[in-house]
């Protein structure tokens, strides 16, 4: 019988072990692109991209870095395929992993990604779901250590909705043994039930946002109205007022903190321009590095371990 094959539906699905693995080789992978050295395990490969939600960087990031790998990628937006006319997800598993190598799925709930997932004759990626967005904190932390090498004893101030970002760098800090402070306004917050036997070294929450951002290593934040909670986005806009990132904010970090977003952003909504745009935010690189670290995860769950040089 073949084997199951290994999915990336949660960052906590890979260990500390495997994930310092593949920044090492997100790293040899970059170098090799920015000397503009062919690198191509992937040659006669496929990825199956399915959208059910709009993107820009996810989209570009792993299609250019498909095609920069050898193989080819195919773009599947919902409304132009048959799931937007009720196919079931798990017959649409079973037909897409039959020919193709690998399966990036962007989508609502995670238990749309867990049921293809677990139809799926190959790996499939998580490229965000209501829960989750494993592939950003990847490039994110990657993004960190570049910059100011590992995250693990660091602190990581959360601004905002407590999203599917958000936890995943809860996700991360359990696993790479760090702290994230959260801070976000009253129903915007950690919900109870996902954090019921979470080990609370690795994360605190902060009524004042200024609070949390004291002597944080990184401070990071997100949109207000996540896709797919757009019915709530002018009750969300009240609530969120007092949660911009700004330089006041930024102030009350350590002097060498980085400033993060996944983008796409608002300014003058969850950052102020001065931030986004000033000295301490590294937003670009953490968008180019999508793509970087999504080539190694390719290579990983296509070809498993290669020997690092
Ligand atoms: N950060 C991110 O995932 O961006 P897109 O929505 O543009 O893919
Ligand atoms: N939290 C945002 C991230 C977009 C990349 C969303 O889910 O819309």
Excluded at 96 to 124: C, G, K, W
Excluded at 294 to 302: G, H, N, P, S, Y
């Amino acid at each position: 019988m073949t084997p199951a094959p290994r999915h990336f539906l949660q960052l906590s699905d890979f260990s500390r072990d495997e994930l310092d693995y593949l920044f090492a080789r997100t790293g040899w992978i970059k170098e090799r692109f920015k000397r503009y050295e062919l690198y191509q395990p992937l040659r006669d490969r496929t990825l199956a991209m399915v959208f059910e939600k709009a993107s820009t960087r996810t989209r570009v990031s792993f299609e250019a870095g498909m095609n920069q790998l050898g193989g080819i990628a195919i773009n599947l937006n919902r409304g132009d395929t048959q799931l937007s006319r009720g196919e079931p997800i798990e017959d649409v598993a079973r037909v897409i992993s039959r020919m193709v190598d690998v399966v990036m799925i962007r989508t609502f709930e995670q238990s749309i990604i867990e049921r293809f997932a677990a139809h799926s004759r190959v790996p499939v990626i998580n490229g965000l779901t209501n829960e989750y967005h494993p592939c950003q904190i990847l490039a994110d932390m990657y993004t960190y250590i570049e910059h100011r090498g590992s995250l693990s004893g660091r602190t990581v101030a959360w601004i905002g909705d407590a999203n599917n970002v958000c936890y995943t760098w809860l996700q991360a800090a359990a696993v790479f043994d760090f702290r994230v402070h959260v801070s976000g306004p009253a129903g915007y917050r950690l919900e109870p039930t996902r954090i019921a036997g979470a080990d609370r070294a690795h994360f605190a929450e902060f009524d004042d946002p200024m609070e949390a951002c004291r002597g944080a290593d990184l401070v990071t934040t997100d949109v207000w109205t996540s896709m797919g909670y757009e019915a709530e986005n002018e009750a969300r806009k009240a609530a969120f007022a007092d949660f911009m990132v700004d330089a006041p904010m930024m102030q009350m970090a350590h002097p060498d903190a980085l400033f993060m977003h996944c983008l796409p952003a608002h300014r003058g909504e969850e950052v102020a321009a001065d931030v986004i745009d000033g000295p301490q935010s590294v937003v670009w690189d953490e968008a180019e590095n999508r793509m970087h670290a999504q080539k190694a995860l390719l290579e990983f769950l296509v070809c498993g371990r290669v020997e690092v040089a």
